[in-house]
């Protein structure tokens, strides 16, 4: 009977390895180059024990929140993005701000392609990236099939609306304002 335990863990653990698991990632308020560095390992399959090369282990990643995307300093007028028809004289560059209010998963989608290794793989590896502006606009079907969230690779903080009345008023102060202080 102790035999039969590690070809039971081994079966279980090759399943595992070779099964195509569902992740979600938020993207408000990250760079796309931010999303690539957690996403592309997962797509993939680099995060997984059995990764080589040529094999297609990677997992599912569905992207929601692409349209709070977000540029450093004045990434939004400076970054371009090429497109080419197949044509002469086909070829186009698109600035980020005009590509993103076309469409905005169509960013993070050149990106990700982009950055992507250049083999046989790299296709279907790209049919398992899902890309939704908001959180709503994921299907329910898909949302059943999610086991994990990645984390976000640049921490949000929270803004001032985000807080409850209570945790302001009890805020810590360093200097309470006099009653007679008349702001101008």
């Known amino acids: 009977m102790a035999l039969r335990f590690p070809n039971d863990y081994r079966r279980v653990e090759q399943w595992l390895v070779f ?3 569902w992740w979600l990632y938020d993207a408000s308020h990250q760079t796309p180059m931010a999303i690539v560095r957690r996403v592309k390992p997962v797509l993939e399959g680099k995060h997984k024990p059995l990764y080589f090369k040529n094999s297609d282990v990677g997992d599912h990643v569905v ?3 692409t349209k709070w995307l977000a540029f450093r300093g004045e990434g939004w007028r400076e970054r371009y993005y090429y497109h080419h028809t197949g044509y002469p004289k086909g070829m186009s560059f698109t600035p980020a701000w005009m590509l993103h ?3 905005s998963t169509e960013i993070v989608r050149k990106v990700i392609y982009a950055s992507m290794s250049k083999n046989i793989h ?5 049919t398992r990236l899902h890309l939704y502006p908001e959180l709503k606009d994921v299907p329910s079907k898909i ?3 999610i086991a994990g969230q990645l984390k976000q690779y640049m921490p949000v903080a929270k803004g001032l609306q985000d807080y409850s009345q209570n945790e302001i008023e009890n805020f ?3 200097w309470d304002m006099p009653p007679d ?3 101008k």
């Open 19 to 21: 099964s195509k698991f």
């Open 181 to 183: 202080y008349l702001e």
């Open 143 to 145: 949302m059943e099939n």
């Open 172 to 174: 810590p102060k360093i």
């Open 122 to 126: 790299r296709r279907s590896n790209m």
């Open 101 to 103: 209010e076309k469409d």
């Open 63 to 65: 992207i929601y929140n």
